[in-house]
């Protein structure tokens, strides 16, 4: 297996400027890869890398983003679709708002970026999409029947895509972190953090370069095989789901 990335490709990562983002960004730096990331405010990304404003629940932003890290840096040839936010609520209490909103952004949201980057990597006959899920997609969590909705709806965009364009050297993966250091997690209950903490084989949370690390490997050469495929990186806590 190696490590260094033969000729620099044209990464894009979705909500590249913090989080589990941010440190697959610094990942394919540290590989030599050109990386663009989206931030909302167009900010923050890390040195070395181009970043470019984008909501991913409105196109036309995306659309803008995407051209200009295709003009920076040359079609994408390697799309991490991280974006996403939870609002979580137990399902008698969330609005259709809080529903919908979590699902535009996860879900349609990574439509929209897909379908905008694919058709160069046809052309090119060459492509990786790797869609960042969550454990909740396939195990479930009380309180995001939302967000497991999403994440799990991701595993079905991935394989969908796969039988797509899986003869065009094109694969698309799905890679499920189970609870990591980030805002996103920090923002939980003390006491919710412990349940969890308890209920993972590993007995620790995991740093978000643990993940990006992952997400490297499968947007690599070495993973050209392997398409369709959810990859946990959650310390067994959501094993055989
Ligand atoms: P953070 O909350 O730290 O970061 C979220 C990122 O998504 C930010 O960069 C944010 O950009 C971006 N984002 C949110 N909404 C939008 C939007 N509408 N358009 C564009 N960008 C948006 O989250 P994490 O780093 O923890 O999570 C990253 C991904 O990993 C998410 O998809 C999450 O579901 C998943 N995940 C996280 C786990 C964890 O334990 N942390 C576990 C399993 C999965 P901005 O700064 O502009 O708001």
Request: proline content about 4%; overall charge negative.
């Amino acid at each position: 297996m190696s490590d260094a990335t033969p000729e620099p490709r044209s990464v894009l990562i979705t909500g590249g400027n913090r989080g589990i983002g941010r440190s697959i960004a610094e990942e394919f730096l540290r590989r030599g890869d050109k990386v663009a990331v989206t931030s909302r405010s167009g900010h923050g990304g890390p040195e070395g890398s181009l970043t470019v404003a984008a909501d991913v629940t409105d196109g036309e932003s995306l659309e803008v983003a995407i051209r200009a890290a295709e003009e920076a840096h040359g079609p994408i040839e390697v799309l991490i679709a991280n974006a996403g936010i939870t609002d979580d609520q137990l399902l008698l209490r969330m609005s259709d708002d809080a529903f919908e909103s979590v699902l535009d952004t996860n879900l349609t949201g990574t439509f929209r970026t897909v379908k905008r980057v694919i058709k160069s990597m046809i052309r090119k006959k060459k492509g990786r999409i790797v869609l960042i899920s969550s454990v909740v997609g396939l195990y479930g969590s009380p309180g995001q029947v939302n967000y497991a909705a999403s994440k799990s709806g991701l595993v079905g965009f991935a394989r969908a895509l796969t039988r797509e364009l899986g003869s065009r050297g094109i694969t698309a993966n799905v890679v499920a972190p189970g609870y990591i250091d980030t805002e996103m997690t920090q923002s939980l209950p003390e006491d919710l953090q412990a349940t969890y903490l308890k209920a993972i084989p590993a007995g620790r949370f995991a740093d978000a370069e643990e993940v990006a690390r992952v997400v490297a490997f499968v947007a690599g050469d070495d993973a050209a095989y392997i398409s369709g495929a959810v990859i946990p990186v959650d310390g067994g806590l959501g094993m055989g789901h």
